[in-house]
């Protein structure tokens, strides 16, 4: 199961904009900065497939200007 976590940089003026389009999508959890126009969110997939769909939408918020990885883990299932 993977989980990551990102800074995500709001385009200016924008950022309660980027934590209503982030906050919307299933599978993530978004935490804004209270002195700086950054925002912290945390992902969680079933598998890779579910890591593109995310990708995608990602890329679809307009007011998002940077994402970028700060950690990633994958915790296999055990069967």
Not at 51 to 57: C, G, P, Q, R
Not at 70 to 76: E, I, K
């Amino acid at each position: 199961m993977p989980i990551k976590s990102y800074l995500a940089h709001p385009h200016q003026g924008r950022k309660e904009e980027l934590v209503t389009a982030i906050s919307e999508i299933q599978g993530c959890d978004v935490v804004s900065a209270k002195n700086e126009e950054i925002l912290v969110v945390v992902t969680e997939t079933e598998n890779k497939e579910e890591e593109e769909v995310l990708k995608i939408k990602f890329d679809a918020i307009e007011s998002l200007k940077l994402l970028a990885m700060v950690s990633g883990f994958n915790t296999p299932k055990e069967h």
